[in-house]
């Protein structure tokens, strides 16, 4: 879709959204008059990963579990990955959400994910001096929608946690989706793809990152993101994301 018909679908959103009652972005039910734009069941059911979990990545192991196992989820990933926390399992409503917010815009949405990643973080995680980072998409892509939605999610993290927002990387077009992609393919397609912004590299050097983006699934991407950060001089990566898929949600 051009960028002119993907603006008027957007205007026209919009004004739908004030001329009609409004709806869950979860479950599309009504919604009493407020500032909220998620009802009260769609909000219990978007649940944080259960207990016991990876230190590194909060994936749950499942109990009985020797300690000296390997997380086959972040076994693979990275060094410069420090380690990734996320709000709550990819599971219904919790991928309408990021749906909604990859096309539909909502800023209310975005306000309430955002609150859901910060309350995911333990204060204890929030290294001293820590900048925020969105992970980037392609110039393309954020053509085609307006805005990068890793990027809205990371201004209002930012904004609550009152730490700096530095838009720090790019990502080059190319390498296609990541969708339907398998573990070792998407990261042979994602390797290389993110390029430092270079007058930012002293604003990273020896600090701590907090890097964010919506959703999480293999460590791919962040992976990547986070090999471009340390190559700038950050000192850790915390990965930041609002939900995460386990294997067998794909
Ligand atoms: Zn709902
Ligand atoms: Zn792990």
Redesign the pocket.
Known sequence: MNTMKQTAHRGIRRLLHLVLPPACAGCQAPLAPGPHRICPRCRTLLKPPPHPR?L??H?PRGTGLPASRP?P??SDWPAELTRARTAVLMAPPADTLVHALKYGGWPELATFMAGRMTGALAPAELSAGSLVVPVPTTPSRERERGYNQAARLARVVAHALDRPLVEALTRVDGGGTQVALHRHQRRANVEGAFRPVEDLSGRIRSRPVLLVDDVLTTGATAGAAARALAAMGAEEVTLLTFARALPGDA
């Open positions: 990876c590194r990545c994936a997380c989820e972040c």
